[in-house]
């Protein structure tokens, strides 16, 4: 998402609390678009993103889309995948391959380039008043949207589901320095 009076591109990665951010920023619309689809026309903006712990994000992107998050298109074709079975189901039945929705979809693929920042869901507000500092705007306090309600992520997973998303996301850990249970 571009700003061209403030000049920032934003790339909001699902889940990872990208609707606070937005909602902060007057940004409306719902784009999940990679960087370089922003970037070659504006090199010279700043650019940000913030990503999450994958174990995390996709125990939160498996609940959300269960309550009915998404849009009409993308909630039919979720419904098909993944109605009527658990979170551990859902990870050993799509363990080679995740439906094709993004809020699956590898965090890395969005950042494909020279990101200027990219910030930890983890330390939102904390790195969201780096974002401010960089943008020219005062500092402020992140409301919670979309929050998924369910129970710790850790509390998800056994050994095998564990090791089958640290594989599937193994760029995504690498990159970012995510650790199970951090």
């Known amino acids: 998402m571009i700003d061209h009076e403030r000049k920032f591109i934003f790339i909001h990665i699902p889940k990872t609390g990208g609707n606070s951010v937005k909602k902060i920023l007057g940004i409306k619309g719902h784009e999940h678009k990679p960087f370089a689809l922003y970037s070659k026309n504006h090199p010279d903006y700043f650019s940000f993103a913030f990503t999450r712990n994958p174990w995390d994000r996709l125990v939160s992107a498996f609940h959300y889309i269960k309550r009915g998050g998404i849009n009409e298109y993308d909630q039919r074709m979720c419904d098909k995948y993944i109605g009527g079975i658990s979170f551990t189901e859902f990870v050993l039945k799509y363990q080679k391959k995740m439906p094709p929705v993004t809020h699956f979809c590898f965090q890395w693929k969005f950042l ?11 330390n939102l507000q904390q790195d969201f008043n780096i974002v401010c ?28 589901t564990r090791q089958i998303v640290a594989e599937k996301y193994t760029k995504d850990i690498e990159y970012f320095g995510y ?3 951090e």
Do not use: A, R
């Open 133 to 160: 500092d960089k943008i020219g705007i005062p500092h402020q306090k992140l409301p919670y949207k979309n929050k998924s309600k369910h129970k710790h992520y850790t509390e998800y997973y056994d050994d095998e």
């Open 112 to 122: 494909d380039g020279d990101v200027d920042f990219v910030g930890k869901c983890e």
């Open 179 to 181: 650790k199970f249970g």
